[in-house]
């Protein structure tokens, strides 16, 4: 006997649970598989990880009802400052962003990780069937739905398996789905600060010769780092003690930050790029990390990821109430034709700027900071901008990103 689900969900890391939680909201009968046990993330230390959410990502999260206690955690970010510059010598052209400037009035949220996943998982607890620590290790699929089989032995019989099993997923790669990237030969070195100056709000993006350094405001005296640097370089500071690694950050941070220190552990993430060839096949969808592995320079993966949850969702819930299969090819071609193009173009764009401005040379220095200046000194221009970093000028706009109900 085979257990039974519209729709199973491999991967509850963030984007399968945001996935299960909509899809189970507008009445879907819905399994979330995760290979990692329970608690591996739920203990509630604070751990460094954090995320710069768009206003449309908290919409979306309001929208399957789990911000309203995620609020009071999170830092809204209202000015977003880019620059480049050397150790010390931070470049006068850059783009100052402010949220005054457009009429939502901030540009995003920042979230730490652990309070994101905690109540996800709190939420996935009593709403949804979650298996924790069990694997998706094998899937068929038949005109008819598909089989999905687990690492303790149970088969579940669903209409839709959708793949949020990160970079490696293995429903992708079962389903004969290629991959195309690279390596970024960058390792991101991420940490929290306190700090003894207010960050008032806003998001630093240092483009240092070595690679970006992003400083977002997380609440309280506090600041989250995301410091992308050569591999052989990130390897020797993460090696160093933590005031040997401070007094080789704090040159690039100028006096904006005052004194500051180490708030929790350090982490290292090597940076690469990776998308799926496709983003569908028979009876299979894929979305965050599984369909496009991105590079953090804009803190958009999460945000991408959340975009396929919506656009995902609606297609879905739109079949169902069309009385269609919600695993036929129409479905899922609805939900690659509205994202893939979107997220290839985001990530694409943000390797060229990665490229762009990781290099030593000064010629290619003044023209990105005259680039930068010219952008700023437009208002509209700069405005366009503001409203893309905020995920406002996504063109259709699923509903789930819009505020309205699915
Ligand atoms: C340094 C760094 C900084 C970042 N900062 C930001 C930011 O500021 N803003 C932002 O938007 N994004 C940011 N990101 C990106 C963001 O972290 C990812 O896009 C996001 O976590 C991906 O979530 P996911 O649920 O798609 O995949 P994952 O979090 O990778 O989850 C995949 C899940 O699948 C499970 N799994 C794997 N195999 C199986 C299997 N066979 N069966 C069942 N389960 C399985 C795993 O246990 C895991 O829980 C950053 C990334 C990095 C590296």
Redesign the pocket.
Known sequence: MKNEHDVVI?????????LGLALVNAGLNVAV????PER??SAGNFDG??????LS?VRLLQGIGIWQELAGQSQPITKVVARQGRQGDIGPFGLFFDGAEIEEGLLGH?LE?RFLYRALLAAMQERLSFLPG????AQQADPGGINVS??DGRVLRARLLVG????????AERAGIDRTGWDYGQT?L?AALDQSNSHDGTAHQIFLPTGPL?V?PLPGKRS?V?W?LTRSRAETIAALDDADFLSVLSPHLSDIFGDISLAGPR?S?P?SLTLANSYVAERVAL?????H??H?IA????????RDVAALAESIVDAMRNGEDIGFATTLDRYQGWRRFDATTLALGMDSVNRLFSNESRLLASVRGMGMGAINAVPPLRRRFMRQAAGLSIDPMPRLLSGRPL
């Not at 991967?11 to 945001?18: H, I, Q, Y």
């Not at 069990?134 to 290790?137: F, G, H, W």
């Not at 958009?300 to 959340?306: S, V």
Request: charged share 15%.
């Open positions: 491999a991967g509850g890391g963030l984007n399968g649970p945001a598989v995760d290979a990692a591996a993330r990880r954090a995320y710069a959410l768009a990502s920042m990780d069990t694997k998706v290790i687990l690492s949020a099993d990160g970079r490696r997923s293995g429903v991101a991420v992003a977002l989250s995301v992308s982490f993430y940076l979305i965050g990390d599984a369909a592995g991105v953090p803190g958009q993966g999460l945000n991408l990821g959340l």
